[in-house]
């Protein structure tokens, strides 16, 4: 094969590294935006519950002030019972008795349900608190994690990158100026592998001749739809060793 032509397609497997590398970095941002939304919705749930404790709070404390006051006046009817002279005067207190015993037993059923939403709401802000506590702990693993790759991705791509810059220089200027043209306007993928007939990234069938000269690897030629320049992976024998020669990911348009 062409040294140039050999030099290209690995040239075009290191840009093809760095570019993943590049879409992953640029990932890491929302990444971590992802896990800070989740925290801060674990922290609002608490919070919300403890907002509502707090309101069934406050209206506890006027229940049992309420509460207080009409047995109070419950209290006061019941002394005054003992001082009345009169049937009228009796069966006058006897009902203030009963209207104040009454509006006793609604305030205690009032006083009732804000105990059992208490115990309800303290149930709910333990759970909420026990997520919010591992969810901070998945937090701290995923962010140590994300930390761990991003420095893995950064290291790989400044070697990939000593290693583009180490293999451009053993190109010739015109094999490099090709390149970098055709991958400027091929969004990156300026590499082509001939197979049966056609170019396997715009799929177009070429030319007999063409065909039968990308075959046999001796020049760089490129494809007259797409430009892309072209190479062929021969078929292994049974004898022959694997080829190291591997084929960039075909795009879905031209």
Known sequence: ????????????????????????IA????????IDNRLNDLTAAVAAVKDRMTTSQAA?????????????????YKDQLMEVK???????????????EQLVRQQ??????????????AAELKAAEAALKAGQAQAARERQDLGAERTAADTE????????????TRLSPHALALFEHVSKHRRGLAMSEARDGHCMQCHVRLRPQVYNDVRRNESLIQCES?????????????????STTSAPAAESGS
């Open 1 to 24: 094969m062409l040294p140039d032509l050999q030099s290209l397609i690995e040239l075009q497997d290191l840009d093809l590294t760095a570019e993943r590398l590049r879409r992953r």
């Open 86 to 100: 009169t049937n009228k005067e009796y069966h006058a207190m006897q009902t203030e008795i009963s209207t104040a």
């Open 157 to 168: 791509l400044g070697k990939t990158a000593a290693e583009r810059a180490a293999l451009a």
């Open 60 to 76: 506890r404390r006027e229940i049992e002030k309420d509460l207080a006051a009409v047995q109070g006046r419950l209290s006061k």
């Open 27 to 34: 990932d890491f941002p929302a990444l971590q935006t992802a």
């Open 108 to 121: 205690e059923d009032r006083l009732l349900d804000r105990m059992e939403e208490a115990e309800t709401q």
């Open 226 to 242: 797409c430009s892309r320049i072209l190479y062929f992976v021969p078929a292994p024998t049974a004898d022959a060793q694997p």
